[in-house]
């Protein structure tokens, strides 16, 4: 069991920048790769980014490539997404998941463990 607790969310205007954790606890956390979600209102929810489990691959959705950035510190159990140049569009609700399989993947059905997730609100 791998329980992930999100924060860093809130109101920023665009053009503006978050930076979002995702705390994890229970097992062994460098066995999980680590994904991004968001769900914005009435949407279903959209793959952001994903990470490997050393951190050394990474996968970004078209939407957020060269404006959010993704890493993970192992040895504390954290992985953080720099969510720079925010547009409107960006406001979601955002989750971070753990994944214990090692093929890449943006299917959130495939994620095994999430998080409560973090409001993001972009102002125009």
């Known amino acids: 069991q791998v329980q992930l607790v999100e924060s860093g969310g809130g109101l920023v205007q665009a053009g503006g920048s978050l930076r979002l954790s995702c705390a994890a606890s229970g097992r062994t956390f460098s066995n999980y790769a680590v994904g991004w979600f968001r769900q914005a209102p009435g949407k279903e929810r959209e793959f952001v980014v994903r990470i490997s489990r050393s951190g050394g691959t990474t996968y970004y959705s078209d939407s957020v490539k060269g404006r959010f950035t993704i890493s993970r510190d192992n040895a504390k159990n954290m992985v953080y997404l720099q969510a720079n140049s925010l547009k409107p569009e960006d406001t979601a609700v955002y989750y971070c998941?753990?994944?214990?399989?090692?093929?890449?993947?943006?299917?959130?059905?495939?994620?095994?463990?999430w998080g409560q997730g973090t409001q993001v609100t972009v102002s125009s």
């Open positions: 998941a753990a994944d214990r399989g090692v093929i890449m993947t943006i299917q959130s059905h495939s994620y095994d463990y």
